[in-house]
């Protein structure tokens, strides 16, 4: 299982046809992700036939939300159920670095019967094995993690721990830095099944005038189709 994080429609038209298995429907890329905009979600659901997880996130930082934050991710966990997606990916932590349990479980009920994957969140808490048990009781789908470390492969002895701990209880997905030169390895050494890639290629956007100042930033963030073939074919059986 190849998930595909995707910041625009274009990105996610191009996972699918190179044979993505899941999307994770994000915006705003250099906030890590943010909740997609109404129309995003709606051409999105209407254009894309593969599972598509939308993300929960009002805001870039952290994963401490005020309550009125908490009633946003809400109305936005009804909207996607509404348009039919197949799940959605939330994480909340408290002040302390401990998981938001009491909210998450919330979340949870609220989603059903789309699946919840827990998010990179998971990575700023301050004990992985309890964090790892408390999502659990939330009844969680999937942790998401780079193992607590900015890169996936940077942190394989820590999720094949996690890996080996999570049992069938919950699914353990590596990402971050996740790529076609090192996904079967990390295949190997954590045991992990499900795996997620932003298989990033930035590109110029077309646009022929511009400020020299901005230059840098008029760059469109698309997938490397040719990397999530690869991907593909070192995780097949």
């Known amino acids: 299982m190849l998930e595909v994080a995707v910041f625009n429609i274009e990105s996610a038209i191009a996972a699918e046809a190179a044979g993505a298995n899941r999307l994770e429907l994000c915006e705003n890329p250099n906030e890590g992700g943010t909740t997609p905009s ?3 979600l709606s051409v999105v659901s209407s254009t894309i036939s ?3 997880f939308p993300i929960i996130r009002p805001r870039g930082g952290d994963f401490l939300y005020t309550r009125s934050e908490f009633d946003v991710m809400k109305n936005d966990i009804r909207l996607c159920k509404e348009l039919g997606f197949g799940g959605v ?8 670095g401990c998981i938001d349990k ?7 009920a609220l989603a059903a019967p789309l699946e919840v994957t827990f998010h990179r969140a998971f990575d700023r808490c301050n004990d992985p094995i309890k964090g790892l048990h408390d999502i659990i ?3 969680c789908k999937r942790i998401l993690t780079s193992g607590q470390v900015p890169s996936a492969p940077d942190a394989l002895d820590l999720l094949q721990t996690l890996v080996k701990e999570a049992g069938d209880n919950i699914i353990i997905m590596p990402g971050s830095g996740v790529r076609g030169n090192n996904i079967a390895t990390i295949k190997t050494v954590t045991k992990a099944k499900e795996f997620h890639s932003s298989a990033r290629k930035v590109v110029p956007t077309g646009m ?11 760059q469109n963030m698309l997938v490397d189709a040719a990397d999530i073939k690869t991907m593909l074919a070192a995780i097949a059986p």
């Open 38 to 40: 109404y129309g995003t």
């Open 50 to 52: 593969i599972p598509v």
């Open 89 to 96: 990916v939330i994480g909340l932590l408290l002040p302390d």
């Open 102 to 108: 009491a909210r998450t479980k919330e979340l949870v």
């Open 137 to 139: 009781e939330t009844g």
């Open 208 to 218: 022929q005038f511009a400020k020299e100042s901005m230059q840098e930033n008029l």
